[in-house]
């Protein structure tokens, strides 16, 4: 079942804006933990705008596996719908209704306390907004710099090829028509907005010869 109490073990985080409100333990028996707005879920969210049984974990093959419960509104993991069981990974962010936010930690990463700041750089791919320890970038990012953004927080830490990039930032271009510079510049660019409200952390890491990945999060 699911505690309201700090440990070792993978944590359910309900953000609300910066702050963090609640946060539930997953203990790793193999039974389903309901998320949702009925009093009787373990993962118990009393918000009008989330379903009854909203959603659900279980924990499969060393993993935990959300999938949705037949919620009305529908779940998202990192701005994506879940259609079929999606397996959790560190960092993940669990939409449930617009502004409500729970965060996944694994078992073996470190927590934030309650009501600290939770620092770092999201990506909202459904209002297509930039944030950096919950401030949106104002003005926006130029398209093809939100997108490069959008490509990289879909994994965080995962490298992204240059090709990749091409495809995702100038979609229907020549690979060979972009060179380096142009998306060393664009890169660039994008740190310097980015140094705007973090100027001490390097958000996007060059992995040389390659190509990039995302450090989203302070350590």
């Given at each position: 079942?699911?505690?309201?109490?700090?440990?070792?073990?993978?944590?359910?985080i309900w953000r609300d804006g910066e702050l963090i409100k609640n946060q539930w333990i997953l203990n790793d028996t193999g039974e389903e933990i309901l998320i949702g707005r009925a009093v009787e879920c373990p993962v118990h969210i009393p918000v009008r705008w989330i379903s009854r049984r909203h959603?659900?974990?279980?924990y499969e093959n060393g993993r935990f596996v959300l999938r949705d419960a037949g919620s009305k509104n529908g779940v998202f993991v990192n701005g994506q719908r879940v259609v079929q069981a999606h397996t959790l990974n560190d960092g993940d962010i669990i939409q449930l209704a617009p502004g409500l936010e729970l965060l996944y930690v694994d078992s073996e990463a470190t927590a934030p306390l309650p009501g600290r700041n939770r620092l770092g750089l999201q990506v909202d791919l459904q209002q297509r907004q930039v944030f950096v320890h919950g401030r949106a970038l104002t003005p926006p990012l130029s398209p093809q710099q939100y997108?490069?953004?959008a490509l990289l927080s879909r994994q965080p830490g995962r490298v992204y090829s240059r090709a990749e990039i091409i495809e995702a930032v100038w979609p229907g271009e020549s690979p060979e028509g972009i060179t380096d510079d142009a998306i060393d510049a664009l890169v660039r660019r994008i740190r310097q907005r980015l140094a705007e409200i973090e100027p001490e952390h390097n958000f996007i890491v060059t992995v040389r010869g390659y190509g990039f990945r995302l450090e989203p999060e302070l350590a």
């Open positions: 079942m699911v505690e309201n109490l700090q440990t070792d073990k993978a944590l359910l959603a659900a974990l279980k997108e490069f953004l």
